[in-house]
T-cell receptor, first 118, second 112 residues
Framework: AQSVTQLDSHVSVSEGTPVLLRCNYSSSYSPSLFWYVQHPNKGLQLLLKYTSAATLVKGINGFEAEFKKSETSFHLTKPSAHMSDAAEYFC????????????????FGRGTQLTVWP | DGGITQSPKYLFRKEGQNVTLSCEQNLNHDAMYWYRQDPGQGLRLIYYSQIVNDFQKGDIAEGYSVSREKKESFPLTVTSAQKNPTAFYLCASNPGAGNTIYFGEGSWLTVV
């Protein structure tokens, strides 16, 4: 079964400092992995997606994530935080194509709330 | 512009009432999903549909019902059997297996 663990429920950084949001996953197959961002009272927006191509994935707004199979991790990073990055971030794993009946069903971590101080 | 439209944004329900949340997409996506979001719990899948006239229960389907009579529409009914319905509800869609899922802006349901 798929599962996702976001290791920190809250992360606080100062503007201009690096951001690290940690995610570990469990999957019986080669997974598709995603990071989504949610601003207050809004839907979720895709930041980036890993689907077995390059292990370092670049996303929008300067975010990137590295897939490490040996560590079953998919941590999200950004070199320099901006005030507009304050939001909740979700790490997500998907059933791979052709496996089981759920066909692309997503499994969500519990989220990491990122606070950015001026 | 293509997208997913959820309505209403805010809804209040009296105990014992059924309410229906609307979800419409013009992305021509086959698959549609309903998620419930509670603070600190991420998103939990209520129902999903991979094709018109077909849908499956997710992890927390009790007290909810759906229909998929048209490709564009996937309404969610929160019935009186749902004991704790106050939550943020998100509708989503994707073209099919392995593809990125796109989300609507969500609907807040509060029981008064």
């Amino acid at each position: 079964a798929q599962s996702v663990t976001q290791l920190d429920s809250h992360v606080s950084v100062s503007e201009g400092t690096p951001v690290l949001l940690r995610c570990n996953y469990s999957s019986s197959y080669s997974p598709s992995l995603f990071w989504y961002v949610q601003h207050p009272n809004k839907g979720l927006q895709l930041l980036l997606k890993y689907t077995s191509a390059a292990t370092l994935v670049k996303g929008i707004n300067g975010f990137e994530a590295e897939f490490k199979k040996s560590e079953t991790s998919f941590h999200l990073t950004k070199p320099s935080a901006h005030m507009s990055d304050a939001a909740e971030y979700f790490c997500v794993v998907s059933d791979p194509v052709g496996r089981g009946s759920t066909l692309g069903r997503l499994y969500f971590g519990r989220g990491t709330q990122l606070t950015v101080w001026p | 512009d293509g997208g997913i439209t959820q309505s209403p944004k805010y809804l209040f329900r009296k105990e014992g009432q059924n309410v229906t949340l609307s979800c419409e997409q013009n992305l021509n996506h086959d698959a549609m999903y309903w998620y419930r979001q509670d603070p600190g719990q991420g998103l939990r899948l209520i129902y999903y549909s991979q094709i018109v006239n077909d849908f499956q229960k997710g992890d927390i389907a009790e007290g909810y019902s759906v229909s998929r009579e048209k490709k564009e529409s996937f309404p969610l009914t929160v019935t009186s059997a749902q004991k704790n319905p106050t939550a943020f509800y998100l509708c989503a869609s994707n073209p099919g297996a392995g593809n990125t899922i796109y989300f609507g802006e969500g609907s807040w349901l509060t029981v008064v």
